[in-house]
């Protein structure tokens, strides 16, 4: 069946731009996940849903990061006035409920801010 | 969360068992031992995970030490597309975010 699709999966920002990026988890996933990895490191958690509500946004690193999904599904990362440290690989992660330790991955958008 | 230390790296010989150690001696007792893979340019891909006892799956076995302070993840026999970095995380079964470490790559060679 169909994985979690990203949407760009690369993207080039001047500094102060701002950018969206998607997620379409897999079909039934209630939950959803955010994650940010910058270049030879581990992914670093940023946000997490279940359904339409934003129950753990402790990684956002700025109040520049916002993420919604408002139907439950379709998933949207938004950094505003990009900034160069903001450039990383941008991973989605979707679950079920119950199992939010087997988390599916996507492929992840590269953001590069010049 | 519990610490975990992985080697930075490790290499294989393709067909031979791949065995990735991981030490969590802060480990607790409601904490998991989760594993994940990434291949180049690829998320990170669920392997196993385990409270106490040994686990087996189609892609690997678990092992982890009576004390819960270390585990061992065992590829059996490696194929050039287990390449990847190995990642160890340990974290109460409830939790929903997971900490990343560094990782292990693994090299299997031809």
């Known amino acids: 069946g169909a994985g979690v699709s990203q949407s760009p999966r690369y993207k080039v920002a001047k500094r102060g731009q701002d950018v969206a990026l998607r997620c379409d988890p897999i079909?039934?996933?209630?939950?959803l996940f955010w994650y940010q990895q910058a270049l030879g490191q581990g992914p670093e958690f940023l946000t997490y849903?279940?359904?339409?509500?934003?129950?753990?946004k402790s990684g956002l690193p700025s109040d520049r990061f916002f993420a919604e999904r408002p139907e439950g599904s379709v998933s949207t990362l938004k950094i505003q006035r990009t900034q160069q440290e903001d450039s990383a690989v941008y991973l989605c992660?979707?679950?079920?409920?119950?199992?939010?330790?087997?988390?599916?991955f996507g492929p992840g958008t590269r953001l590069t801010v010049t | 969360d519990a610490k975990t230390t992985q080697p930075p790296s490790m290499d294989c010989a393709e067909g031979r068992a791949a065995n990735l150690p991981c030490n969590h001696s802060?480990?607790?007792?409601?904490?998991?031992v989760y594993w994940y893979r990434q291949i180049h340019s690829q998320g990170p891909q669920y392997i196993i995970h385990?409270?106490?006892n040994n686990e087996t799956n189609e892609m690997a076995s678990l092992i982890i030490t009576e004390d819960r302070k270390s585990s061992t993840l065992i590829l059996p026999h490696a194929t050039l597309r287990d390449t990847a970095v190995y990642y160890c995380?340990?974290?109460?079964?409830?939790?929903?975010?997971?900490?990343f470490g560094s990782g292990t790559q693994l090299t299997v060679l031809p």
């Open positions: 802060t480990i607790s007792g409601n904490e998991y």
């Open positions: 385990g409270l106490k």
């Open positions: 995380i340990v974290t109460p079964g409830s939790a929903r975010q997971l900490t």
């Open positions: 992660a979707s679950s079920l409920m119950v199992r939010t330790y087997e988390q599916y």
């Open positions: 849903f279940q359904n339409e509500a934003q129950l753990d």
């Open positions: 079909s039934g996933h209630v939950s």
